[in-house]
């Protein structure tokens, strides 16, 4: 199976849109070695096992976005807006849930392979950002630590100051007369 499709090869297709880590429908296409009408045509016939959280259509500008952040091209995407190579329509994006259930839409030795694959892919990279959110929190407790540990050191420093400091003079007395 490790032969069938590289880890890095899905992990490198997955984006983040509207908020949730999703594959583009021609790169899906792609490493399901179908066309993508093909996917697309068996996602519309059985369209109730894809809600919105499961997969959407890109406008027009996420796609323009995802293109120019991540030098994908129009062809790559399967998209040319003048109808020339390519679809006409805008690429679907499939949620981590949308692409589980493409395994059972597409129902060959090959998709659930590719499936594995994938869901290993999106389980990776959710452990990476946890790592990753932990790391930051126990960043986050030791800079507080600090900053409690620079102000105790500050006072500290202050209050050698104060002891290093001379005393106030105390206001001398005149000897003498005083004139009225």
């Known amino acids: 199976m490790q032969d069938l499709i590289p880890p890095e090869a899905v992990e490198n297709k997955i984006y983040l849109i509207r908020g949730h880590k999703v594959m583009i429908s021609q790169h899906l296409a792609k490493l399901y070695n179908v066309e993508t009408r093909i996917l697309i045509q068996a996602v519309k016939r059985n369209i109730e096992r894809f809600p919105k959280d499961f997969m959407f259509q890109l406008?027009?500008?996420?796609?323009?976005?995802?293109?120019?952040?991540?030098?994908?091209?129009?062809?790559?995407?399967?998209?040319?807006?003048?109808?020339?190579?390519?679809?006409?329509?805008?690429?679907?994006?499939?949620?981590?849930?949308?692409?589980?259930?493409?395994?059972?839409?597409?129902?060959?030795?090959?998709?659930?392979?590719?499936?594995?694959?994938?869901?290993?892919?999106?389980?990776?990279?959710?452990?990476?950002?946890?790592?990753?959110k932990e790391l930051a929190h126990k960043l986050n407790q030791l800079e507080r630590k600090t900053e409690k540990h620079d102000m105790e050191i500050q006072g500290i420093f202050e209050a050698i100051r104060q002891l290093m400091a001379p005393p106030p003079e105390k206001p001398r007395r005149i000897i003498g007369f005083k004139q009225f």
């Open 59 to 132: 406008t027009l500008e996420e796609m323009q976005s995802l293109r120019s952040q991540f030098e994908i091209s129009n062809v790559s995407l399967g998209f040319t807006a003048s109808g020339r190579g390519g679809s006409r329509y805008l690429p679907y994006a499939f949620t981590e849930q949308g692409v589980a259930m493409l395994s059972s839409v597409l129902n060959s030795e090959r998709a659930i392979k590719v499936n594995i694959a994938i869901m290993r892919a999106f389980v990776k990279l959710r452990q990476i950002l946890s790592t990753h």
